[in-house]
């Protein structure tokens, strides 16, 4: 392998190579980019997709020192993901399968790194690649098989949280009771949304914080149940406000008030989880030296 710079000329052959093919790219797959944003704007649980390329390109950005470092030769490895890409885009239309021709855009674009700026370009750019997946739609029978269990604990947890606090809730199915009050723990108020945004972000603070690998893996770990929490936090306080306030206040809470609260109070959760592991597992102290009594002697005599 070659281990020397790129010759000026060489360098700007690959950068045109690579601005070249990466616009044969975003022109083969803007019809999907137009139906994926359309999805986004229309489906409040993938609202987050717009800013899901922005933080990839940030991420891009953040880590250009790596494109300062070592080589970049062309790999024919990259042909492989590229392979897998077409085959899978292939695949969605054979099967009219739209999911296969979204997430076929990753092993295509992991590819031309690797075809255009070999290994070291592919260091550079597979945080913001695989992050791009939090953008995709996930396929209606994952999103039913997530939701309908997220619902059921949403509505059991938020049932016991306002037992405890002294009110007379029953849970009949997705409904919770209240007395003459009946607080409908629809599809929207699964928590499937908050639980796709929050994992984004959470993977995001876990690219971005200097911490050891378990405690990255920990943040992604803990995106689920701080999501969950924060969902049947929103539903058990509606919930109390209906009893207290009235139902008007507690459906302006629930459909406006909560939706922009929820995500500043899982991040705290996200915040205070760092703290705690931070000072629970500490990092382990320096060695200090100590001098020989030879030296110690020698440091109390006169000069």
Same mark, same amino acid.
């Given at each position: 392998?070659?281990?020397?710079?790129?010759?000026?000329?060489?360098? *700007?052959?690959?950068?045109?190579?690579? +601005?070249?093919?990466?616009?044969?790219? +975003?022109?083969?797959?803007?019809?999907?980019?137009?139906?994926?944003?359309?999805?986004?704007?229309h489906n409040p649980q993938y609202s987050h997709g717009y800013m899901v390329p922005l933080f990839a390109l940030a991420l891009l950005w953040w880590?250009?020192?790596?494109?300062?470092?070592?080589?970049?030769?062309?790999?024919?490895?990259?042909?492989?993901? +590229?392979?897998?890409?077409?085959?899978?885009?292939? *695949?969605?239309?054979?099967?009219?399968?739209?999911?296969?021709?979204?997430?076929?855009?990753?092993?295509?674009?992991?590819?031309?790194?690797?075809?255009?700026?070999?290994?070291?370009?592919? *260091?550079?750019?597979?945080? *913001? +690649?695989?992050?791009?997946?939090?953008?995709?739609?996930?396929p209606y029978r994952v999103e039913t098989a997530l939701a309908v269990p997220l619902r059921g604990l949403a509505t059991a947890a938020s049932t016991f949280i306002l037992q405890t606090v002294g009110l007379p809730a029953l849970a009949e199915g997705n409904i919770i009771r209240i007395n003459d009050v009946k607080i409908g723990v629809v599809e929207a108020c699964s928590g499937l949304s908050m639980l796709l945004v929050f994992f984004a972000l959470s993977t995001a603070v876990a690219l971005l914080v200097q911490r050891p690998l378990w405690e990255k893996l920990t943040v992604l770990a803990s995106a689920v149940p701080i999501a969950v929490i924060a969902n049947v936090a929103r539903i058990s306080v509606t919930g109390l406000l209906h009893v207290k306030v009235g139902g008007e206040l507690a459906d302006a809470f629930f459909h406006d008030f909560a939706g922009w609260l929820m995500m500043p109070f899982a991040l705290g959760l996200m915040w205070l989880e760092l703290q705690i592991t931070a000072r629970v597992f500490l990092p382990p102290a320096e060695p200090v030296e100590r001098a020989a009594p030879e030296e110690k002697l020698a440091g109390l005599q006169p000069t």
């Amino acid at each position: 392998m070659n281990t020397k710079p790129l010759a000026p000329r060489q360098s *700007a052959v690959q950068w045109g190579l690579g +601005i070249a093919l990466a616009a044969c790219l +975003i022109w083969a797959y803007w019809p999907t980019w137009l139906a994926m944003s359309q999805f986004w704007a229309h489906n409040p649980q993938y609202s987050h997709g717009y800013m899901v390329p922005l933080f990839a390109l940030a991420l891009l950005w953040w880590r250009r020192d790596l494109l300062r470092q070592g080589t970049f030769d062309p790999s024919c490895w990259g042909m492989p993901l +590229i392979a897998l890409g077409i085959l899978l885009r292939l *695949a969605s239309a054979y099967v009219y399968f739209d999911w296969f021709d979204n997430v076929s855009l990753l092993p295509l674009l992991g590819g031309l790194c690797l075809l255009v700026g070999g290994r070291q370009s592919l *260091a550079w750019a597979w945080p *913001a +690649i695989l992050f791009l997946v939090f953008m995709l739609p996930l396929p209606y029978r994952v999103e039913t098989a997530l939701a309908v269990p997220l619902r059921g604990l949403a509505t059991a947890a938020s049932t016991f949280i306002l037992q405890t606090v002294g009110l007379p809730a029953l849970a009949e199915g997705n409904i919770i009771r209240i007395n003459d009050v009946k607080i409908g723990v629809v599809e929207a108020c699964s928590g499937l949304s908050m639980l796709l945004v929050f994992f984004a972000l959470s993977t995001a603070v876990a690219l971005l914080v200097q911490r050891p690998l378990w405690e990255k893996l920990t943040v992604l770990a803990s995106a689920v149940p701080i999501a969950v929490i924060a969902n049947v936090a929103r539903i058990s306080v509606t919930g109390l406000l209906h009893v207290k306030v009235g139902g008007e206040l507690a459906d302006a809470f629930f459909h406006d008030f909560a939706g922009w609260l929820m995500m500043p109070f899982a991040l705290g959760l996200m915040w205070l989880e760092l703290q705690i592991t931070a000072r629970v597992f500490l990092p382990p102290a320096e060695p200090v030296e100590r001098a020989a009594p030879e030296e110690k002697l020698a440091g109390l005599q006169p000069t």
